[in-house]
């Protein structure tokens, strides 16, 4: 095999520069494998994918490849051209769920790769762009070894297809002091509670949960996920005035000035006289911007929980959509507050299902029917925080104004009472 | 004789913990504050006096069992044993004594890793597979993404930026890199091509007819064959019909460009997070190196860095510039093609006199 490779003298190219190289890690595989079965994966994926350089097109379709008792999990690659490649004809790569947050023990990143080594092609990405660890390139009878195996020792598939996919989370509360929520907690709650929903694509189409500590969103969950949950707060922020000081005393009153007081969206910054921080917390809109910049000196407050926004997702069909405020703020501390979540997760799931057509994304089917009867479809009241501004146009209908006046004020009066007691 | 079957263990999501840095363990949602000691290095310091040093180096994605194995020997080495993965596939290493950091990003650089890729730096570009794996790419990302870095290793390593810039790379339009400061993202120029032999027998002919956001597409009969049609004037191009039917083939050697998009953020810091625009098109989709898309994001760049302000954002900069300042600083020329046409363009008109001379 070793004097029988494929030339590649585009891909080759592709190994210089001082990035590390993908082509020079196949090669590797390719070059320096014991196992002959890999080596000729390897030499014949590449001769693949140099024909794909030569004629810039890609020779990969789909079909039908699962593991015993799932529906999902797996992204099937049958080679177009596998008469010509016919090593790597079959190339499936196995989605695997990560813990939230992405964190691995070298011990255990070394038990996956001798799996993998003995079942898959020795090629493996942490993550997908939806989260997964992808196991990248397998035979139809491989990936149910290498399944089985993993899954023995505490590995599960992720989701592909119109199911509930697998879940993104920052690192959170793990290393983060912005972060005001439990991510692990939030995270494993709904996916572990959503796990035949993952395994049995029975759903409209993919449907993401993304965390995000803090409204700087590192997961990209608002423009990203059909299910948000951004940790934020409802007290005052913390300012240590000595802090504050310091950061003028060091950095000068023009940089604080020009860095952060003007760049408060809502103007809810002034520097003080004395150079102290006085802030309008009433009109904080815990965008993150002063305390990425003044670390030390402003910090969320206590008060903390999730903002909880529906319908991101990118481009197909309809065009890129942003997620929305469903709810303005929801405490995640008890159990019922996390019972709380997860039937509001599976309502709006269960609504989706219900009335999405197919392929159409949760946002999608938002757009289509209008925010309103989302909202009364899963048991959600309306709040000002869902709009930017109130409707601008006059074509609407609006019986029964009184009757929804009327609910607005009872609703405003039991909040006055609950936050009384 | 049925074959007996192993029944998955429905375990779902891991429990993180077994695999966190004791450190992070031990303070967990108790961090105080964090610093940035240099490129490429985080130090976070707990409200109990603790601290965690993190390293962070980007890597070719795409791994070898032979490069995770180096990963993980460095990780035994010098960090404790335990890792991370960022949302960008950069690796992160873990430590509690500052002592090991150096020695650690010795022996990173040393193997060919680039530590680097904190605060403001150009970020490595998300992406995904491409030709290397993907059914229905146009590019190859991967490829894209390692001639693009091998160019712009030194943003990465250095923090020269007026903010952090987020780079992704898609092979179609429906955008697996996600939105980003600056996208390059394939960008199809002509209507699919139908081989009709095949589409009644690949095809689900009505789904497929819905997937069209144009409604361009009818079912015909083509030749005595149940097959669809395009309406080519209405096409425009996106390949939404090419996964539910490659019969339908919408990548084209010549005819599948790169468009390059800008000011897509998805922080909530000062403005609420913003979609990416069309800056540039109509660029060659040109392995192995693709050297037309990596001029102009450096073209870019430049601009960005020369003109920007302090954690301007590339979205915050044009909002402040605006965008007929944008096309000059660039030099990208500004067509009838910048201008929306889709639900809801009427919101990115000028409708005012605020205009720069």
Not at chain 1, 178 to 203: C, Q, W, Y
Not at chain 1, 322 to 335: E, W
Not at chain 2, 213 to 236: F, Q, T, W, Y
Not at chain 2, 238 to 249: D, K, R
Request: proline share 5%.
């Amino acid at each position: 095999m070793a004097d029988q490779h494929h030339d590649t003298p585009m891909l080759d190219e592709l190994e210089n520069g001082p990035w590390p190289s993908f082509i020079s890690g196949i090669k590797r595989l390719r070059d320096k494998h014991d196992d002959t079965r890999i080596k000729g994966m390897a030499n014949d994926l590449l001769g693949q994918l140099e024909h794909s350089y030569e004629t810039r097109k890609g020779y990969w379709k789909g079909g039908t490849v699962s593991v015993f008792g799932y529906g999902s999990g797996i992204i099937p690659r049958f080679s177009e051209v596998g008469d010509a490649f016919p090593e790597s004809r079959e190339f499936h790569t196995l989605r695997v769920q990560p813990p939230a947050g992405n964190y691995y023990t070298t011990d255990m990143l070394r038990q996956l790769g001798d799996s993998w080594e003995k079942w898959g092609s020795g090629l493996v990405t942490f993550h997908g762009q939806t989260g997964n660890i992808m196991f990248i390139g397998t035979s139809t009878d491989n990936t149910q070894h290498f399944f089985d195996e993993i899954n023995e020792y505490g590995w599960d598939l992720g989701g592909a297809g119109p199911c509930v996919r697998t879940g993104m989370s920052c690192v959170g509360a793990a290393r983060c002091e912005m972060s005001g929520l439990d991510e692990m907690k939030i995270h494993r709650t709904l996916l572990n509670n959503f796990t035949d929903d993952v395994h049995r694509p029975a759903l409209p189409y993919k449907f993401k949960f993304k965390v995000s500590g803090c409204g700087n969103d590192c997961m990209n969950s608002i423009e990203r996920s059909d299910f948000a949950i951004i940790g934020t707060w409802r007290d005052d922020m913390k300012v240590d005035q000595e802090e504050v000081k310091k950061f003028v005393a060091r950095k000068g009153r023009e940089y604080v000035i020009d860095n952060v007081v003007t760049r408060c969206p809502t103007k809810a910054l002034s520097l003080r006289d004395d150079d102290t921080m006085d802030v309008d917390n009433r009109n904080c809109v815990r965008c993150m911007h002063c305390m990425n910049v003044m670390v030390k000196a402003l910090s969320p407050g206590d008060d903390q929980g999730a903002t909880i926004l529906i319908g991101g997702k990118r481009t197909l069909k309809i065009g890129d959509l942003m997620g929305t405020v469903v709810v303005p703020f929801m405490r995640l501390k008890t159990d019922e507050d996390y019972e709380k979540l997860t039937e509001m997760a599976e309502e709006t799931i269960d609504f989706w299902a219900e009335n999405g057509l197919e392929h159409e994304r949760c946002g999608e089917m938002v757009e289509r029917i209008g925010l309103v009867n989302f909202l009364e479809g899963v048991g959600i009241e309306v709040d000002p925080n869902m709009v930017n501004e109130p409707r601008q146009s006059s074509y609407v209908r609006m019986d029964g104004w009184d009757e929804e006046a009327e609910k607005w004020f009872k609703r405003k009066a039991e909040e006055k009472v609950v936050a009384a007691s | 004789m049925a074959i007996e079957h192993r029944a998955p263990i429905e375990s779902g999501c891991p429990d993180g913990f077994q695999y966190m840095h004791p450190v992070m363990r031990k303070n967990y949602g108790a961090w105080d504050y964090h610093e940035h000691p240099r490129p490429g290095v985080l130090l976070h310091v707990a409200k109990t006096g603790d601290q965690i040093w993190t390293v962070r180096a980007g890597t070719q994605r795409i791994l070898d069992v032979f490069t995770l194995r180096t990963l993980c020997d460095i990780g035994d080495k010098f960090a404790d044993g335990y890792v991370r993965f960022t949302i960008r596939s950069n690796i992160e290493y873990m430590v509690a004594d500052e002592a090991k950091v150096q020695p650690m990003i010795d022996a990173l650089e040393a193997e060919g890793f680039v530590v680097g890729g904190t605060k403001n730096s150009v970020a490595m570009i998300s992406h995904t597979q491409g030709w290397l794996h993907c059914d229905i790419p146009g590019t190859d990302a991967s490829g894209v993404v390692k001639a693009m870095m091998d160019e712009l290793i030194d943003e990465f390593k250095e923090n020269n930026m007026p903010n952090r810039v987020h780079m992704t790379t898609s092979c179609c339009q429906i955008n697996c890199g996600g939105q980003g400061d600056i996208a390059i993202n394939v960008q199809h120029t002509k209507p699919p091509k139908i081989n009709h032999d095949l589409v009644s027998n690949v095809c689900e002919r009505p789904s497929v007819v819905a997937r069209c956001p144009v409604a361009a597409i009818r079912p015909a009969l083509i030749n005595g064959k149940a097959s669809l049609e395009v309406d080519e004037k209405k096409c425009i191009c996106c390949g939404a019909c090419f996964p539910p039917c490659p019969p339908m083939q919408i990548n084209d050697a010549e005819h599948s460009k790169l468009a390059i998009w800008v000011g897509g953020n998805h922080s909530n810091a000062r403005g609420k997070p913003t979609f990416q625009k069309l800056v540039a098109a109509g660029i060659p989709n040109n392995p192995p190196r693709w050297p037309e898309a990596t001029a102009i994001v450096k073209r870019i760049l430049t601009a960005y860095k020369e003109d920007a302000r302090d954690w301007e954002r590339i979205n915050d900069w044009v909002e402040r510039v605006g965008w007929p300042r944008f096309f000059e600083l660039t030099g990208l020329p500004f067509t009838k093609f910048h201008i929306d046409n889709w639900r809801g363009a009427r919101r990115s008109l000028n409708s005012s006199t605020h205009i720069r001379f």
